[in-house]
Each structure stands twice: as structure tokens, then as C-alpha cells.
């Protein structure tokens, strides 16, 4: 037993050999003290049935412990040496070349705008709903009213997907399917892409926002829609903003109205953004027609409802005196960073 027990000293010498190794070394020292057929330790485990039961556990314990302390100096060491065949070469790394820099992201000004249009309504009790961008003709039209020989419905006015599919012109179709979806009562605030074939200037764009909102329970007035929306004007805009509605024509609602906030910038005396007439117009609205809620199966009798529509673009552009509305849509990071907080492109 005193033979072993020196054996195994001596081979726990040979522990400070493995983290000096190199590949080819380290192989062979494997094989040399834990090879399975001539491995050092191998030996001294195969004479352990030859000792009396006192000595075989002191052998074989002390032998056990050697034997994990070895593999896990293995394990270390070919850890290390891959880890070192991974890194790049000595003199390969430039420490002085300058760092990556950031670019930290941010929303979207237009992004901005809609979240914060529908948290105003959300504290109105307005729920947010989405809907499909392509729908079909019954969706975007004619369960909203529209008569079969509206412009609209021509293919020189709005994109068409093959057959009855269009790309929606609103955010409309939403009050549909959600009037389809939900029994009365329903608040809905709609955020949404929108697709018409209008040109691309200053003021026009083929793509763009729209937020639309719908609210139909028993007993709701005209005097609801004005105060819902003059309540929201006043959230975005200035506190003291006065508001007026003029009568206006939509096939999904009567009576229609826009609805115009006095111009943030003259305070109403007139400056050239409102054209000096002190008004800048904001949102279309009106009392949802009853042959829509009926197109829907809800019963026009008993309910009433209002409905309304704006582009968070114009809103945006307004509020930040933005000439183009194609700024919006090019992703030129030097316009797009003054609103997301100072976030630079990379050089
Ligand atoms: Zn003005």
C-alpha cells in the first residue's frame, strides 16, 4: 500500500506539467497518467482488488481525487488553448483604432404623434384597434356607404391588389369590423397605414397615417362629438385652443363636420401658414350614417354613435412648423434625430 500511496505523490507532481502544455504535449500527457490501457493512474486502480478492504479505500479514495483533479487540469488547459487559437494573432490588434461609435434608435416622430393621440383618447375611454391593410371592397366601401360610382372606388384613385382587394384608402374599414366584432357599447381609437394613388409632394404622399375613432352606444349627440374632440385639441395643442366645426361631406356620416383648431402660430389674427385665416383644419367627423351601423347589424333605432378622422402627419408638420411631408418618408437621419432625442449616425 505505502508503494501506491508514493505512486500517487508522485504522479500529483506531474499536475504542474498540464498548464504549460501545448496541444500535441498535452495529448500525451493524457494518454502517459489517464490512458485507459497503460495509464499511470490506470495502473494503480487495476492493483487495488489485490488489498485488504482498510487499504483499498485509502488507495482508492486518494486515487479517485487525483484522478477528477487531473481531468479538470486537462479541461482547463484545453479550454485555454482554444480560447487562445480563437483570438487574433499577437500584433493583429490595433488598440488605438477609435471605437464603434452608438447610434441609439428612437420612435418615429409620426410614431411619436400616434402614441400620444391615442393615449388622449385612451384617457377618453377609447380602446386602441387594428386592423388589415389590404380588404376588400365590402370593408373599405361599401359597408361604409359609399355608392358603387364613387371615385374612390376607381383604380385611378386607390390601389388595387387583384379583384376586390384594395389597399385600404382609411382606417375605416376598422369601424366595421370592430362594429361587427363588438356589441354596443364600442369606443375605438384606430392608428393605421393608409394607401392612396395621390402624387408624392409636399403635401401629399401615396402612404400615410390616419387615426380615426368611433364611439356608438344609446343616446350619444352631436354634442359628444364636440366635446370628445375639442377635449382632445386641447391636450395637443395649446390649452386655451378654441376649436370651430364646419359643415362638411363624408358618405359615412351625417351630419359631417371638419372640425379646425385657430392657428397655433397667430393665435386666429392670421399669419401665412393658415392662409390668414386664423384656422388651421385638423380632423374630419361626423354622426356615423345609420345605413352603416345597419350594414353592420346594429340596430340604428336604438343606437347613435359618432366617428371621426386625422393625419398624424399634419398634426406633426403643424406642430413643428414642417414644410414637407416627404420628410417623414425619406430617412434622412438629420432630420429624423431632432425629434428622437439626439441620436447621431455614425460617420
Ligand atoms: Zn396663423
Same mark, same amino acid.
Request: with cysteine.
Given at each position: ?185 364600442? %369606443? ?55 376649436? %370651430? ?68 402627419? %399634419? ?18 437621419? %438629420? ?13
Amino acid at each position: 500500500m505505502g508503494d501506491l500511496l508514493a505512486a500517487l505523490a508522485s504522479l500529483r507532481e506531474r499536475l504542474t506539467e498540464i498548464p504549460q502544455a501545448d496541444e500535441r504535449r498535452l495529448q500525451e500527457l493524457k494518454t502517459e497518467l489517464l490512458g485507459r490501457k497503460a495509464g499511470a493512474l490506470t495502473e494503480i486502480l487495476r492493483a487495488l482488488p489485490a488489498l485488504d478492504a482498510d487499504s483499498r479505500k485509502a488507495v482508492g479514495g486518494a486515487a479517485n481525487a487525483l484522478k477528477r483533479e487531473l481531468e479538470e487540469a486537462f479541461d482547463a488547459r484545453e479550454r485555454a488553448l482554444k480560447r487562445a487559437a480563437a483570438a487574433p494573432p499577437p500584433g493583429g490588434l490595433d488598440l488605438t483604432m477609435p471605437g464603434r461609435p452608438q447610434w441609439p434608435a428612437g420612435l418615429h416622430l409620426i410614431t411619436q404623434v400616434v402614441d400620444e393621440i391615442c393615449d388622449v383618447f385612451r384617457e377618453l375611454g377609447f380602446t386602441r384597434a387594428v386592423g388589415p391593410e389590404a380588404e376588400t371592397e365590402r370593408y373599405n366601401f361599401y359597408a361604409l356607404n359609399f355608392p358603387t360610382d364613387h371615385p374612390a372606388l376607381d383604380a385611378q384613385d386607390s390601389f388595387y391588389l387583384g379583384g376586390d382587394v384594395v389597399l385600404r384608402t382609411h382606417t375605416s374599414p376598422v369601424q366595421i369590423r370592430t362594429l361587427e366584432a363588438y356589441p354596443p357599447p364600442v %369606443r375605438v381609437v384606430i392608428p393605421g397605414r393608409c394607401y392612396r394613388r395621390d402624387p408624392f409632394d409636399a403635401s401629399h404622399s401615396p402612404v400615410f397615417e390616419q387615426i380615426e375613432g368611433l364611439a356608438v352606444d344609446e343616446g350619444i349627440t352631436f354634442v359628444d362629438l364636440k366635446a370628445t374632440l375639442a377635449a382632445f385639441a386641447r391636450r395637443v395643442f395649446a390649452r386655451d385652443t378654441t376649436v %370651430r366645426f364646419r359643415p362638411s361631406y363624408f358618405p359615412f356620416t351625417e351630419p359631417s363636420a371638419e372640425m379646425d383648431v385657430q392657428c397655433q402660430l397667430c393665435k386666429g389674427s392670421g399669419c401665412p401658414a393658415c392662409k390668414q385665416s386664423g384656422w388651421m383644419e385638423i380632423l374630419g367627423s361626423g354622426m356615423v350614417h345609420p345605413a352603416v351601423l345597419e350594414n353592420c347589424g346594429v340596430d340604428s333605432e336604438k343606437y347613435t354613435g359618432f366617428a371621426w378622422g386625422m393625419g398624424p402627419e %399634419r398634426i406633426a408638420m403643424l406642430r413643428h412648423g414642417i414644410p414637407d411631408i416627404r420628410l417623414f418618408l425619406e430617412s434622412d437621419v %438629420r432630420f429624423l434625430a431632432q425629434f428622437t432625442g439626439g441620436g447621431e449616425a455614425p460617420r
